[in-house]
């Protein structure tokens, strides 16, 4: 007997249905798997034979030939032991055929039976939807997963007997599975207890400052300072003021999560902004993603989040290189010898890092570092990476009095509100174009969005020969002087506003450098 | 360029760059031999019977002498090639103040144009580590010092050396560096820039033959002859143990004038030269009155004081109060003068047009003129 179930594999964040054949006959026992399998499938076969059994269902000894098609991708990962285990069963006849037609199937199963958990079930229910099936059947632990998925019906699987059971049911009375509305929207974004919040960080005015417009424009982030000024605190203040992801782009996000197996940490506030601190041990597989199939790194963890990297200079050498290209085209683009991969990286940057090993130049007092190790300090970050870097801000030691003085500062979700409105005037500009933020105007668009007062290009004109500006710093100064314009609801830019954006350029070799 | 020729030169090399025999015993051998030449020919037996060279410096004159001649002449070619010159002992060139100093450099090897030595001069000297408060009183000494006709002399190590000759390029005046290592080997790297400025349009010289690595040793013995080359010694900034005040003690022994530039109590790099006014050295205050002192008296109107100049509105006045050559952040700047951030940019900015302030650091602001 023949029998087809349909099933998924994921590949990068977009995922290809497969097909399951089970060819049951009489002959010689034995149990064949083809279809350019991966070990960990192959492996199935063992498992399923024991969950059947363990099942309580007794099959007669047969020939049993299972096929995986298209058969020109390899097919790896643990979702195929459900799809075959039903397969198997529906070619013996146990399952009645129909009953698999139109759905979906993804699982693991072990030795018991029941139906495991596993990872990238959003992109298959996702692809399941697309390719026009309208019920999937997953392990009951990934179910809200599945549910971010608007029309579809998710049957959870729980064990093998619950799984034939239920399939019974639903094939007689469909409308008891019915199940609508979005997962998205029925969570609204909560603030995680004991996250850092603007409103406990005194002073640092300009520190503050520089926070808001980076989170308004998505401007990439430099802080310069000694140790325990309070940067890291700040970086994570700011995932605080970003305002919460479109349903679109929670989409996008739970995706990159489903497949590395990290789902449970969106769940229940998918409208959070990802924020993500590294380690600065951190491999380059670790921050672009790898694997032979490889899993998204943090740099796509952190996709329409913020990625924190607290001392920058720390990062091995590569691992820095390998951000460059994303922040540009905000993907990352993995080429392996299993094909292409993509994953989305469209990251707000925001680092921080000692102005020399010693933390506390330029205070001669306390730093004794040589004009030597501070250059050799400085050298560990590339040229490109810090002219990436939109905004670049020195953060010193708060006084004390500073410190314990009551003065009530502003909480992170007043800020936040001025960010989404600044946003908002980004988004009604650049209505009908791709761009939504300031800090991705490209540059043959600068000079229609960015418009100057005469004195403000005056002052830039100037700064542009004094400074040295590289061409990629003029245009940096230009998109953080719109945001800033954008702040105060300016059309044009002023001269103040250049003068704001001229304070937070990017560092150069000067600063360090006596000549 | 006249004394590349002849046999006489590659000898005056050898004997300049011979290791392991001060400069005054080579002057000792020089006149007693008449010239090098005669010197590199010598027998054993005559070097044997020069009473003030102990045995081991015999045996390494007779070591040096194994150098075929070939090898004085390549040596000599390295030199021509590379633009390298010497001024040797008793040459029209060799600076008269050397020659009254204990233990007088043989010779000097040079690359650029040898300063005008009947001027006078100063040597300008501190740490390398030092402050921009450090930083940029030297750059401002150095440039006003050239400016009026004084030689610049210093070492061009990074920090106050450097900068104080930065600062007399930039004022076109004359200005020498005397190095610890080769006149070929630019040290520290980081001053390569300078290095390059200085061939250009002012000095680098040094007691030692090309090829010598910066050996620390060199260090202390390079001092005698900066301030040697000087007729005053002026330190900007030292901590309490430093070279430069090593520098400092060479000066007194020579009986040069040591002045120190003072700072504030509590900052480690003025230490030093708080301890040297402490012992009696001469205090620098003021342009004019460090000038007079060393009996230069000008005429020109130019430096009359560039803050009755100043003419600056409210706020910028008010901004402008709050900085001096102490680098203040701009977090400071908001707390002390209590305006909005936006309103203090653009005044600094102001400011910054005007050139009266500069910004020495990310977010660190100082005066730009203080004489």
């Known amino acids: ?42 492996e199935a076969k063992e498992r399923i034979r024991a969950a059947i059994r363990n099942s309580g269902i007794r099959l007669s000894p047969k020939r049993i030939t299972i096929n995986l098609y298209p058969a020109d991708i390899r097919k790896s990962g643990t979702v195929f032991d459900l799809p075959i285990a ?27 039976g029941q139906v495991r958990p596993t990872t990238g079930i959003l992109p298959m229910v996702l692809a399941a939807r697309e390719a026009g099936k309208r019920v999937v059947c997953v392990p009951k632990e990934n179910m809200r997963e599945a549910q971010i998925v608007k029309g579809i019906t998710i049957l959870p699987g729980e064990d093998l007997n619950q799984v034939i059971e239920m399939l019974d049911t639903f094939f007689r009375k469909p409308q008891k599975y019915i199940s609508e509305g979005n997962y998205i929207e029925e969570t609204v974004q909560q603030t995680q207890e004991g996250s850092c919040d603007f409103a406990f960080i005194h002073g640092q005015k300009v520190l503050k400052r520089a926070c808001e417009i980076a989170a308004s424009g998505r401007h990439n982030m430099l802080m310069l300072g000694s140790p325990g000024a309070g940067k890291t605190m700040a970086a994570r203040a700011v995932s605080t003021i970003l305002p919460p992801l479109t349903d679109e782009e929670a989409l996008e996000i739970a995706k990159v999560y489903s497949v590395t197996g990290m789902f449970g940490q969106r769940e229940g506030n998918f409208r959070k902004r990802p924020y993500r601190s590294p380690h600065h041990t951190i491999s380059l597989a670790g921050m672009a993603g ?43 683009r993995l080429v392996r010898g299993s094909g292409t991969y993509f994953y989305p990286a469209d990251i ?33 970050i590339s040229r490109p990476l810090l002219d990436r870097m939109d905004l670049c801000v020195e953060v010193g030691r708060p006084a004390l009095w500073e410190l314990t003085a009551n003065q009530p500062e502003e909480a992170s979700s007043a800020i936040r509100h001025r960010v989404e409105r600044t946003q908002r005037i980004q988004r009604e500009r650049f ?43 003029y245009y940096r100064v230009l998109r953080v002087a719109r945001t800033i314009a954008d702040m105060e609801g300016e059309e044009k830019i002023s001269r103040a506003h250049i003068c704001e954006s001229l304070l937070y350029r990017s560092i150069d070799r000067k600063v360090w450098d006596f000549e | 360029m006249s004394n590349f020729e002849g046999d006489y030169n590659k000898y005056e090399y050898w004997l300049a760059g011979m290791f392991s025999l001060s400069g005054r015993k080579k002057i000792y051998l020089k006149t007693m031999f008449g010239d090098a030449k005669t010197l590199y020919r010598a027998k054993a037996e005559v070097l044997e019977r020069i009473p003030v060279l102990n045995a081991r410096e015999k045996e390494k004159v007779q070591a040096s002498q194994s150098r075929t001649e070939e090898e004085l002449q390549k040596s000599l070619e390295y030199c ?45 000297v501190g740490a390398r580590n030092c402050t921009y408060y450090g930083k940029t009183v030297a750059e401002q000494i150095g440039e006003r010092l050239a400016a009026a006709g004084i030689v610049v002399v210093s070492g061009m190590a990074a920090g106050i050396d450097g900068a104080a000759q930065r600062g007399a390029l930039r004022s076109g005046g004359s200005t020498c560096s005397v190095l610890g290592c080769g006149v070929d080997i630019c040290y520290p790297p980081g001053n390569r820039k300078l290095y390059g400025q200085l061939i250009e349009a002012g000095c680098v010289l040094s007691e030692y033959p090309p090829h010598t690595r910066p050996l620390a040793m060199n260090f202390p013995q390079r001092n005698r002859i900066i301030s040697g080359l000087s007729d005053t010694l002026l330190v900007v ?20 004038d040591v002045y120190a530039v003072p700072g504030r109590i509590f900052d480690l790099s003025s230490q030093g030269t708080n301890l040297l006014i402490r012992q009696g050295a001469g205090i620098f205050l003021n342009m004019e009155d460090f000038l007079k002192e060393m009996h230069i008296f000008r005429k020109t109107e130019e430096d009359s004081s560039q803050k009755q100049k ?43 047009e005007m050139g009266y302030i500069s910004e020495v650091y990310k977010n660190y602001y100082i005066r730009t003129g203080i004489f």
């Open chain 1, 1 to 42: 007997m023949y029998s087809l179930v349909s099933t998924a594999i994921v590949c990068g964040i977009r995922s290809i249905l497969i097909q399951v054949e089970a060819d049951v006959c009489d002959g010689m026992p034995a149990f064949e798997m083809v279809g350019v399998l991966s070990s960990e499938v192959k």
């Open chain 1, 86 to 112: 039903l397969a198997i069963l529906s070619a013996y006849g146990r399952v009645p055929r129909e009953y698999l037609e139109g759905i979906l199937f993804a699982g693991e199963i072990s030795l018991n």
């Open chain 1, 290 to 332: 790898g694997g032979t199939v490889p899993k998204p790194g943090e740099i796509s963890l952190a996709h329409k989040g913020v990625l924190f990297l607290d001392e920058l200079t720390e990062f091995k050498r590569p691992v820095l290189e390998v951000l460059r290209q994303p922040l540009e085209e905000r993907e990352i």
């Open chain 1, 348 to 380: 707000m940057l925001v680092a921080a890092m000692n102005p020399c090993s010693c933390g506390y130049f330029p205070d001669r007092n306390r730093c004794t570092c040589s004009q030597a190790m501070i250059d050799r300090h400085l050298n560990k």
């Open chain 1, 431 to 473: 209505e009908g174009t791709k761009i939504l933020y300031n800090s991705r105007i490209p540059v043959p668009a600068i000079e229609k969005w960015c418009v100057m007062e005469k004195e403000g290009e005056r002052l830039l004109h100037d700064s542009f020969e004094r400074m040295e500006l590289t061409a990629r710093g």
């Open chain 2, 80 to 124: 021509v090639q590379n633009g390298i010159l010497l001024t040797s002992w008793q040459d029209k060139s060799y600076p008269e103040r050397l020659e009254n100093i204990y233990n007088p450099p043989y010779g000097l090897f040079y690359r650029g144009n040898l300063p005008e030595w009947q001027k006078p001069s100063v040597g300008i």
């Open chain 2, 237 to 256: 900034e030292a901590k309490e143990k430093s070279g430069s005040l090593i520098t400092a003690d060479f000066a007194l022994e020579q009986g040069k």
């Open chain 2, 310 to 352: 100043i003419s600056l509105e409210n706020l910028e006045r008010l901004v402008y109060s709050c900085l001096d050559l102490t680098p203040r952040s701009l977090e400071e700047l908001l707390v002390e003068t209590g305006l909005g951030l936006g309103v203090l940019v653009e005044t600094l900015a102001t400011l910054r």
